[in-house]
């Protein structure tokens, strides 16, 4: 098949990617032309494992290519569309780009001669979007179909090609929606022939699935946290405590480990922008519970400082403190909203010195300017001299530190485990004053 994606962000260039890796002849198309350049090239403009071999081997071949260039859609007969949704000052989801790109699609549709020509929608968006696109995008002859995405960063490319499941939501007129979910089925054949589960439903419970997953996920993450401060007033242990009811089959072990909380491009915006729309639908009480999910979120990095001033007491204004990772999560540099990176400029306001060291992110840090920290070369050069040592990203390479070798490093061996990914007792036995996250 011929398809177009638009918006060739994260989303975007994995999902045209891996099209292209299943055979068909894919067109990106985004108004960065930086980006369309890089793509073009084989180069992912962010980090993502497995994603540059993808792309470099799908441009070689001939199968993807990258444009700015929205007539390059035309005749293709299925159009994904992959731009982003950032949140507003409101909290809502800011629809700017879902809006530009239809408006940008639209002298470009009814070009295909298979039938039909259907436009999907990837991106998360508030509910009651799909319907409203869908009054524009039908004129045009083509059918609107909701499929909401389910990456995880560190995993996107195998979460596209091996899903756990396929969400279609589909028109209300059978006849179209027969035809939608056969043109879906041509284009995810390979996908749903090795036993991928597809899910047909409207628009508004396509585009709720995806909203409300990330609010569960968040609520579980903000309980586990919740749990971790009760652990360390009463002196439990929220490992174990996480490893015991994760073994209840109602709860399970998935996003039951404490730490600094949650960030990323995903679930901070998605759970406010969740809660802006329900008040707009007239039951924002429903979602109120969220705000307190976010507030537990916040306070685990206010937790962070509360421990730095309390290991190193009036020392703390002049330490240096390593903060080891950037990124919001491992296998990935994106930053934002990263717990990390908010806690370094945090410490930055309190300490003397701040080094920062990411294996992804870093190089990106290292061209920032004004930055109220410095950027290390390596994890081991980012812990010489220190007195305080923060783990905001769990990295394989911070997990796989050696702590008595380490310990020659620091001036002052104290280490915060903000992931509790360390084995606490080896660090302890090197002679690390170490503190985790409701380890106590």
């Known amino acids: ?27 990106g198309v985004d108004v960065d032309a930086h980006k369309v350049e890089l793509l073009s090239n084989g180069q992912p403009p962010f980090f993502e494992p497995e994603l540059e071999n993808l792309l470099a081997r799908n441009v070689e071949a001939g ?24 949140q507003s000052e409101s909290g809502a989801a800011d629809m700017t780009y879902v809006d530009a790109a239809v408006t940008s699609m639209l002298p470009h549709l009814g070009h295909c001669t298979s039938d039909p ?17 869908a009054q524009t995008v039908e004129p045009t002859g083509a059918l609107l179909v909701w499929n909401p995405e389910f990456l995880r960063e560190g995993f996107a ?8 499941r396929m969400v279609y939501g589909l028109p209300d007129d059978p006849g179209a929606a027969s035809k939608a979910q056969e043109a879906m089925d041509a ?14 439903m409207d628009y508004a419970t396509a585009e709720l699935v995806k909203i409300s997953a990330n609010a569960f996920l968040a609520t579980k993450i ?15 242990n929220i490992t174990a405590l996480a490893q015991a009811i994760g073994m209840d089959d109602r709860i399970g072990r998935r996003f039951l480990r404490a730490g600094i909380g949650f960030g990323g491009g995903c679930l901070p915006k998605d759970i406010r922008a969740f809660r802006a729309r329900a008040d707009e639908l007239g039951v924002g009480d429903a979602l109120t519970f969220l705000a307190e999910v976010d507030k537990v979120n916040d306070t685990m990095r206010a937790g962070v400082i509360r421990t730095a001033r309390e290991l190193l007491g009036d020392h ?10 950037a990124a919001f999560k491992p296998d990935s540099d994106d930053m934002r909203n990263s717990p990390a990176l908010d806690l370094a400029v945090e410490l930055a306001r309190l300490a003397k010195r701040i080094v920062v060291h990411d294996p992804a992110a870093g190089p990106i840090l290292a061209e920032r300017s004004n930055r ?48 509790n990914c360390l084995d606490a007792q080896a660090w302890k036995a090197a002679g690390w004053n170490y503190r985790g996250i409701g380890r106590r």
């Open 1 to 27: 098949m011929r398809l177009s994606v638009i918006g060739c962000g994260y989303l975007g260039a994995v999902h045209a990617a891996s099209m292209a890796e299943l055979g068909h002849d894919v067109v």
């Open 63 to 86: 199968r993807l290519t990258f444009t700015q260039d929205f007539s390059a859609i035309e005749g293709a007969q299925v159009h994904f569309i992959g731009v982003g949704t950032p």
């Open 117 to 133: 020509e259907v436009v999907v929608g990837k991106s998360t968006v508030p509910v009651g979007t799909a319907s409203r696109l």
């Open 157 to 164: 490319v195998q979460d596209t090609l091996h899903p756990d």
């Open 187 to 200: 284009a995810y054949e390979q996908i749903l022939i090795s036993g991928t589960p597809r899910l047909l």
């Open 222 to 236: 903000s309980f586990i946290n919740a749990m971790a401060q009760v652990c360390d007033a009463a002196g439990a």
């Open 316 to 325: 703390l204004t002049g330490a240096t403190v390593t903060v080891l990772g």
């Open 372 to 419: 109220p920290y410095e950027v290390a070369l390596s994890a081991h050069s980012a812990l010489e001299g220190t007195d305080l040592v923060l783990i905001g990203t769990e990295w394989r390479e911070y997990r796989d530190l050696d702590p008595a070798h380490v310990a020659d490093l620091a001036r002052t061996r104290c280490v915060i485990d903000g992931r």
